[in-house]
């Protein structure tokens, strides 16, 4: 296991991703990180869609189909459908708007973001790797109606996660907060 400080300070994404993907009870603990996030009222206003195996090719499928109906550009058609075979597991994460006279729509968003960055991280703690992707998908309104998403839910990440075949990057980004903060 990482130290919990090493692990937020140096973790880096990781795009080169092969088998084997997170399962069993690592993908248990993934999973479980992303439900102990903060949650205001404790709504759970978050969904995690699955694709592993064939899952990615009909998750890809959907893409396709949903960038054609979309009016979008041949070659962006072409590339939907290979997406998501990037990674052996890619966990589409939905904000699922709940119903709250105290909880806004936002908060919830902000929730349901959060677990993806929780995953992700502890998907590294356990030796796998990932990256968080957003692109057109998470947007295209087609896309939410393939998923079967209401009017309110957001894709607000597509984590792709796997076994890094590729060294992680060592140039970390600076992370010197100067400039980023200042006393009130
Ligand atoms: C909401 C969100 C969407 C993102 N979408 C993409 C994406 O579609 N493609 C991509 O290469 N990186 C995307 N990123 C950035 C990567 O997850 C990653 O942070 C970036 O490649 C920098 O690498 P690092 O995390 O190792 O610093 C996204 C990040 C966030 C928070």
């Not at 709250?100 to 995953?119: H, I, K, P």
């Amino acid at each position: 296991m990482m130290d919990a400080l090493q692990l937020l300070h140096e973790r880096r994404s990781c795009t080169a991703l092969t088998d084997p993907a997170p399962e069993g009870l690592a993908l248990e603990n993934i999973l479980r990180a992303g439900m102990r996030v903060p949650d205001f009222q404790s709504l759970h206003p978050y969904e995690f869609l699955l694709a592993v195996g064939e899952g990615r090719v009909r998750l890809g499928e959907m893409m396709e189909r949903a960038a054609w109906a979309s009016g979008r550009p041949p070659e962006v058609v072409a590339r939907a459908k290979k997406m998501p075979l990037r990674a052996p597991l890619v966990i589409v994460v939905v904000a699922r708007a709940r119903q709250s006279a105290l909880v806004e729509l936002f908060e919830q968003r902000l929730s349901a973001g959060c677990t993806v960055m929780a995953m992700q991280m502890a998907a590294v703690a356990q030796g796998f790797g990932g990256i968080w992707r957003s692109g057109w998908p998470m947007f295209d309104p087609n896309v939410s109606a393939e998923l079967g998403l209401g009017a309110d839910d957001q894709i607000v990440g597509f984590l792709y996660l796997g076994t890094p075949s590729a060294p992680p990057k060592t140039d970390l980004p600076p992370t010197d907060p100067a400039g980023y903060w200042r006393m009130l």
